[in-house]
């Protein structure tokens, strides 16, 4: 009788049982967390487990290649020139320490800087300049320090083992023609990237961020992985090469080493004769910085360290430059109405094709303003206009109109007030270089050739982009006597004759 009712409670809970789970069915999300979840353990045991994984404690990387970033270039279109990147970089995931040694050429620029990072703060080391500047902890947990905790894919891994409710399948693609597994996760620091692991040898391939490019809109910027050898317990890839909108930005050789023997002594950095400066700010305040009368900088409002000059004629209003982007400039436009009412801005100049020196270009076109700039960078404008953005250019389609720089000026002129507009290139940063120039002023507002840092670093040793551009000011003999800048502060023609005589400390 109690086998009886025992199996009679038995079929009772079976029937409870299935009526739960009929009326209780995996949901999409729990179907493709645990498809995306398969795919993790199957990269994590090809690239050595994840016993193996957690094992980790310190990573050494080096790194040597070529660069070409995406619109940065000295030339608005190819071939391009390339510059050149090495990289040292020390995790010591254990004790919470980075070292990051950065040497690295291109566009009119050279850059040697040593970074160290402990317990959440630490120290730049410029070796061009021999300045130490503090990095407080607010700054130490930005991106551009973030990005070297998935350096490789060991590191991706780990996090995405701790990071398992975020998992989600993406299905199946292809990439360089061969089948792959993708997965997405979203990291600790609110990054979510997506895993392209391949579907023969279960290595990572690559791993995408989704950002927005100037010109095509949202795009996927590429990490990836190659020529995967064993080192000891793993396997490691030996290059490591990214993509922006489908063009190659940096390709090179990469050295892992997982466990190495380490000490205090590796994290630390010879500095004699380094002279220390105070921290930069975590935030730039926005502000509109007036030069003269009808002659202002809107400092910091398209985007941190980037401004625009905006200049007052009798009937319209002159800007020049537009970083950042077009929410950014929207504001830009705003601010320049707020401070010059009751006109219209006619012309928008640029000094340069960049990508961060025209990214709010498209609102400058729907505010119905000409482009003035040189017939070299009339396909980059176009191109920027046509690009899928939703902004108010898209929501009201109209072409640029243009106003070019001929025979290396353009002057723009009520009779009252005269703009020159003065293409000063070739210079190492970009073969066609436009800086405004308000002759009764004395004023001149450039982009990228000479800024001052917003501390109180000492000038720095001027780079090539900066010697071109004092020997120009000293070859067309212009009055200057203030020099306001897309990025940083406006500075003075001493300052800049100071930088000048500085010379490099050797390294």
Not at 11 to 31: F, G, M, Y
Not at 62 to 72: C, I, K, N, V
Not at 91 to 113: I, P, S, V, Y
Not at 229 to 250: E, I, S
Request: proline share 6%.
């Amino acid at each position: 009788m109690l086998r009886k009712a025992t199996a009679l409670l038995l079929l009772a809970a079976c029937v409870v049982h299935a009526d739960t789970n009929s009326n209780n069915p995996e949901t999409l999300a729990e179907r493709s967390q645990a498809t995306a979840r398969g795919v993790l353990d199957r990269a994590v045991a090809a690239i050595g487990g994840a016993d193996a994984l957690r094992s980790i404690e310190v990573v050494r990387l080096r790194f040597d290649g070529e660069t070409w970033p995406r619109l940065q270039m000295p030339t608005a279109a190819p071939p391009f020139e390339s510059g050149t990147q090495k990289e040292t970089l020390l995790l010591d995931l254990k004790n919470n320490r980075l070292l990051l040694e950065q040497e690295a050429t291109g566009a009119g620029f050279e850059g040697h800087n040593t970074i160290v990072i402990k317990g959440g703060q630490g120290e730049n080391y410029d070796q061009r300049a021999h300045v130490i500047t503090p990095i407080p902890v607010a700054q130490s947990s930005q991106q551009q320090f973030v990005q070297y905790y998935r350096r490789i894919p060991h590191l991706l891994l780990r996090q995405a083992l701790d990071r398992t409710n975020s998992l989600r399948s993406l299905g199946q693609d292809t990439f360089e023609g061969k089948p792959q597994d993708v997965f997405t996760f979203v990291m600790a620091d609110t990054q979510q990237v997506a895993v392209y692991v391949d579907s023969a040898t279960n290595l990572v391939s690559k791993y995408e961020l989704i950002f927005v490019d100037p010109f095509t809109g949202e795009e996927a910027s590429e990490i990836m992985f190659g020529d995967w050898t064993r080192a000891g317990n793993f396997q490691v890839p030996q290059t490591w090469r990214t993509r922006q909108a489908n063009d190659l930005t940096v390709s090179a050789k990469l050295r892992v080493e997982i466990n190495p023997p380490i000490s205090d002594q590796s994290f630390a950095v010879a500095a004699d004769g380094f002279t220390r400066a105070a921290p930069l700010p975590d935030n730039l305040d926005e502000k509109i910085e007036q030069l003269a009368d009808g002659v202002f900088v809107i400092q910091n409002v398209a985007g941190q360290n980037q401004n625009t000059l905006a200049i007052a004629f009798k009937d319209y209003i002159v800007a020049v430059e537009a970083p950042g982007s077009s929410a950014g400039a929207d504001e830009v436009i705003k601010r320049i109405k707020t401070a010059i009412p009751d006109k219209p801005i006619r012309y928008v100049a640029m000094t340069h094709h960049h990508g961060d020196h025209i990214g709010g270009l498209r609102s400058f076109i729907a505010e119905g303003a000409t482009v003035v700039t040189t017939q070299s960078n009339r396909e980059v404008v176009e191109m920027m206009a046509a690009a899928p953005q939703l902004d108010r250019l898209a929501k009201n389609p109209r072409k640029p109109e243009f106003l070019f720089i001929e025979r290396g000026k353009r002057v723009i002129s009520d009779g009252t007030r005269t703009l020159e507009l003065l293409n000063i290139g070739p210079n190492p940063h970009a073969r066609d270089m436009v800086v405004a120039y308000l002759p009764k002023e004395r004023v001149l507002f450039q982009g990228d050739l000479f800024f001052l840092p917003a501390n109180d670093e000492p000038v720095r040793p001027p780079q090539a982009t900066t010697v071109s551009f004092a020997k120009k000011l000293q070859e067309l003999k212009l009055g200057v006597d203030r020099i306001a800048s897309v990025h940083g502060r406006t500075t003075t023609i001493e300052e800049l004759n100071r930088a000048m005589q500085s010379a490099a400390p050797s390294t």
